[in-house]
Structures are given as structure tokens and as C-alpha cells.
């Protein structure tokens, strides 16, 4: 590997040091060091070079944490994927330009992604084996639509434990996931027959998957107590889609009044509340509330998935049901599962039941919660005049923009390549413009930034931050 030294030749110790990150930040800037290139290691290099071990070992550890370089036991010292774009060889560096479609971030900071090498591969695989040894031989038949039975027992139990749900395994029907579930809700009469009301901040593919399938969606205003369900009786609404524990993507519990106000409209206008417990596993300031559910469980359909807790690559989740809408969701079903692996539910069965779930979630609370901490301390540090809201619970935090600057710095970001969410892109098109722009009153800022702290991989989270903070807007 030839670094050129000279340019950055200082004295001993800190000097050589400094003069040796010089070198490597220029040679990954230049291009001579690709993405990917494995780096002698540290005690070969020093020999090469005539250093300290120690001076070029700090060496590595700086770029680690700049994000320049990465480290994994096993794999050695490389080059950061995309840590930085090449420089022309000669004249003024080119404009900057946004990503291409599609294209993969140089720092992921998006809501709702969690952090995939967490994934309990050891574990996930020893309960594979559990549970395949153990499997009957219908378990590798036509899968049931309502779910194996192993896996709803096993979730009868946890959810009721975990999240004060109530609900016998003959009430819970497993699907795809929280989509695959508004999807089958959404092909029932009853919801089809009325508006179905939704928070005024809320997923917008959820809000396409709706509308999509034919529903009409009416906002709810969204403050810094939740929802305000007071609306509900003059919308003509027939069910209303919340999410108490977390709201997305506001970050506001859904206060006990409120609870209590969704549950009572539900009994006295016949209607429906759809629970997305959304961030339910993952709160920091407390114990989790209990699902809105457990108040009425024949009023309130309550749904769930591993897509945070575990990986988006596992499409599983499920609903808890009132009694009347059990077989009529098994009948929009089919007569088979089709996309809910039954061998993956036997795992999950296994998994939960083993204890290895509440294990798993126990160390991603501790990992999140650090996450959280590292990205307050840096915006403290570095911009303490940015609010950040929503952080008790959920693996991302909203950041209180100046009025009238929240669409440029959305486009500085992306221009840098950090992948994040403006909160107006969240907002329902029917709602009235910036819901919540008195700020302190309601709670919810009139613009805003959607930061997800999850997601990028240790080595590089601090250049993440440190490139968020440089998009942010000056006092």
C-alpha cells in the first residue's frame, strides 16, 4: 500500500500519527483505496512504515470512528463502503448532485429500520432445529390460514404477559406482517361501509395500502397527547387505525383520556378501534402501557409483527380479534396460508417460548436506548438549538426546525447523502396544512426532521450524526 507521508510529515508520536490519517483520508477521498480494500494490519503496516505499533493502531481507530474505515473481528480493517466520493484529478470539483433513484445512502437515517447485524442468527438457527425436530408431519402440508396453532399459543401467552392483551389463541389469526393485516382488514364489509379515520401523522404506505384498496381515510388532529378522538362521532367514521403506545411518527403516548374516549366511541357508535402497536417493545422512560385491547378486546383489533423486534425480512405478524371477526378474516384468507411461512412460525413458536425473544429484546432495548443517547448528547453539543422530541420511546427521534426551512434541509441531506424523513412528508393529504403549527401548544412541530437512530452499523454511526448535525440549520 503506498501512502504519501511526506505532505503530512510532523514529529513523533501525536505528529506521525496525524500525518498517517492525513495519508489514508486522502487516499480513500482519491480514490486509491476503493471501497472494500482490506488494510495490512496495523502491526504489519508499522513495520512498513518504521511507526509504533500503538501510533498506527490510534491510526485505525480514528478512521473507525470517522467512519472512513470499518472493522469486524474476523474480517480485519477495510475501507467504508462509499466513506467517500473520489475527487477529480484536476479542476473545480463538480456540482453537487442528487443520489440516483434508488441508490444506497452513505449514511441510512430513515424511521422504522432496525439494526440488521443484530439479527440472533445462533439463536434463530438452535430454534429452527428445536422446533423442526419436534414438528409434526402436517406441518409440512398446506399451511392453516388462521396459523399454527404452536405459534398462536405461544403468542396467546407472550402478549398477554408483555403487553396486557387478551386474547386465546383461537382469537388471533397470523399474517404478513402489519400491512398484510390492514390488507385483509381492509377487504371486510364493515370497514368498507364507512370512512375509516387515521391520524393526521401516520406511514404513508399504510395510508396507500388504504386508499388503494378502496377505503377512505379521514385525518385526526395529532398533539402532544396522541390522537384527539373527539372527532370521531361527527366523521362518520365506522373505525379509526391508532398507534397509543408510540404515535408515528410524533412520538407521543396516547394520553388515558384519549384510551378511554377511542374505546367508549367504538361501544356506543358500533364501530372499530385498529391497534398498530407500533414501537410497543422498545420504550426507555418506563414500563410499556398495556394495549388499548385489554379495555375491549370485542371492540379493538390489535396487531403486531416482529418487522422492528427482530427483522423486516421475517414477514410475520398478527392479529388479536373480537370473536365476531375471526372467521370472517380467516375466510378473506383463504383457504390456505399463502404467504406466512408455517415453518418460520414454528420457529417463532420456539423462539418465544424458549425465552430467547424476551432475551433478544432485552439487548436491543439497551442497544437503542444508547443509540438514543449518543444522537441527544452530539445535537446538544453541537446543535443545542434543535429540539428533539418523541425519544421516549421507538427507534427514532423528530428535530424541531425553523419555520420555513424544513424542505431545504431535507435537500441538503439528500445532496449529502443522508437518507432521513421530513415530518410534512407523514402528514395526510386531507389534513389541514401543518397540523400543530402553534408548536408549543400542541406538541408537534410545524416543520421538522424524522431521524432514525437505529440503523446505521456501529462504526460509522458518529459520521452519521456528525453528518447530520452539518446539514442542520445555523441559530
Not at 504489519?44 to 472512513?68: F, I, K, P, Q
Not at 373480537?322 to 399463502?338: D, F, S
Not at 453528518?467 to 445555523?474: D, G, H, M, T
Request: charged fraction near 20%.
Amino acid at each position: 500500500m503506498h501512502l504519501e507521508l511526506s505532505a503530512h510529515a510532523g514529529g513523533r508520536g501525536g505528529g506521525r500519527r496525524a500525518a498517517l490519517t492525513a495519508a489514508l483520508r486522502e487516499a480513500v477521498r482519491g480514490g486509491r483505496l476503493a471501497p472494500g480494500t482490506r488494510l495490512p494490519p496495523y502491526r504489519s503496516l508499522a513495520a512498513d512504515l518504521g511507526m509504533a505499533r500503538n501510533t498506527v493502531a490510534d491510526a485505525y481507530a480514528e478512521l473507525v470512528a470517522e467512519g472512513w474505515l470499518s472493522a469486524r473481528q474476523g474480517s480485519g480493517t477495510r475501507v467504508a463502503d462509499r466513506a467517500a466520493p473520489p475527487i477529480a484529478p484536476s479542476g473545480p470539483p463538480p456540482a453537487p448532485a442528487a443520489p440516483p433513484p434508488g441508490s444506497r445512502p452513505v449514511h441510512d437515517l430513515r424511521e422504522g429500520i432496525p439494526y440488521t447485524a443484530s439479527f440472533p442468527r445462533a439463536a434463530w438457527l438452535a430454534a429452527t432445529r428445536r422446533a423442526l425436530a419436534a414438528a409434526p408431519n402436517d406441518a409440512f402440508g398446506p399451511g392453516d390460514p388462521r396459523g399454527r396453532i404452536e405459534l398462536r399459543q405461544a403468542l396467546a401467552e407472550y402478549l398477554a404477559r408483555a403487553r396486557g392483551v387478551r386474547a386465546s389463541p383461537e382469537r388471533l389469526v397470523v399474517c404478513s406482517g402489519t400491512a398484510g393485516a390492514l390488507r385483509l382488514l381492509a377487504s371486510l364489509p364493515r370497514l368498507r361501509s364507512a370512512p375509516l379515520a387515521v391520524e393526521a401523522y401516520g406511514l404513508p404506505h399504510h395510508r396507500r395500502l388504504l386508499t388503494g384498496a378502496g377505503l377512505r381515510t379521514t385525518p385526526l388532529p395529532v398533539d402532544g397527547r396522541g390522537a384527539d378522538p373527539a372527532g370521531l362521532a361527527a366523521s362518520g367514521a365506522g373505525a379509526v387505525l391508532l398507534t397509543p403506545a408510540h404515535q408515528f411518527p410524533t412520538g407521543a403516548a396516547l394520553h388515558p383520556d384519549r384510551r378511554a374516549a377511542a374505546v367508549g366511541w367504538a361501544r356506543s357508535a358500533d364501530g372499530l378501534v385498529l391497534e398498530d402497536d407500533y414501537d410497543g417493545e422498545f420504550r426507555y422512560d418506563r414500563q410499556p402501557v398495556g394495549a388499548v385491547q385489554g379495555l375491549d378486546p370485542e371492540r379493538t383489533v390489535y396487531l403486531g409483527s416482529v418487522s422492528k423486534s427482530l427483522t423486516p425480512a421475517l414477514r410475520l405478524g398478527w392479529m388479536a380479534l373480537p370473536a365476531h371477526l375471526v372467521e370472517e378474516v380467516v375466510a378473506a384468507k383463504g383457504e390456505r396460508e399463502q404467504w406466512a411461512s408455517g415453518l418460520d412460525q414454528l420457529t417463532l413458536a420456539d423462539f418465544i417460548g424458549s425465552g430467547a425473544y424476551d432475551r433478544h429484546l432485552r439487548g436491543m432495548r439497551q442497544r437503542y436506548r444508547r443509540r438514543r443517547d449518543q444522537l441527544t448528547a452530539v445535537l446538544a453539543e453541537k446543535a443545542p438549538h434543535i429540539q428533539v422530541s418523541g425519544i421516549a420511546a421507538g427507534l427514532h427521534a423528530v428535530l424541531r426546525l425553523p419555520r420555513g426551512t424544513e424542505a431545504a434541509v431535507a435537500e441538503a441531506a439528500a445532496f449529502q447523502g443522508v437518507a432521513l424523513g421530513a415530518l410534512g412528508d407523514y402528514l395526510h393529504p386531507d389534513a389541514p396544512p401543518r397540523v400543530g403549527e402553534s408548536g408549543a401548544r400542541t406538541g408537534v412541530p410545524a416543520d421538522g426532521l424524522v431521524v432514525g437512530y437505529a440503523a446505521p452499523p456501529d462504526h460509522s454511526f458518529a459520521a452519521a450524526l456528525a453528518a447530520l448535525c452539518a446539514v442542520l440549520p445555523s441559530p
